[in-house]
């Protein structure tokens, strides 16, 4: 019910609310680039669990874990984002040093033969 409000919110907003939470998101738990900030929040909660264990294992004492962080989670984007000058471009840019560690989103150096 949080997700559902805070996505409302964010709609209403213009989109504007969360821009750059998901981002953040992926730095923090250091991974996660392919989950929208939901499942981010449940990786930020649990780590180390996966995504099908957290899901079975879902009751109202692990929920209250989830929400509390949730909103941990935002107080401190927002803190990052709004609090400092130049905050969303510093989250853009901190995404972007995590996004060019990654191995996967380096593109292949590899000379291309072009069939030869």
Not at 28 to 33: H, L, S
Not at 41 to 49: K, N, Q, R
Not at 58 to 77: K, P, S, Y
Not at 104 to 112: A, G, K
């Amino acid at each position: 019910m949080s997700t559902t409000y805070l996505a409302g919110f964010h709609a209403g907003s213009g989109h504007t609310f969360l821009d750059g939470f998901r981002e953040w998101l992926i730095v923090q738990v250091d991974g996660g680039n392919n989950l929208v900030w939901e499942a981010l929040v449940f990786m930020l909660a649990f780590p180390g669990e996966t995504m099908r264990s957290l899901h079975a294992r879902m009751d109202d004492e692990r929920n209250v874990v989830v929400v509390r962080t949730l909103f941990d989670a935002l107080e401190r984007f927002l803190d990052d984002r709004d609090g400092r000058l130049g905050g969303k471009d510093m989250i853009r840019a901190d995404y972007e040093t995590w996004l060019s560690r990654q191995s996967w989103s380096r593109p292949s150096h590899r000379p291309c033969d072009h069939g030869q």
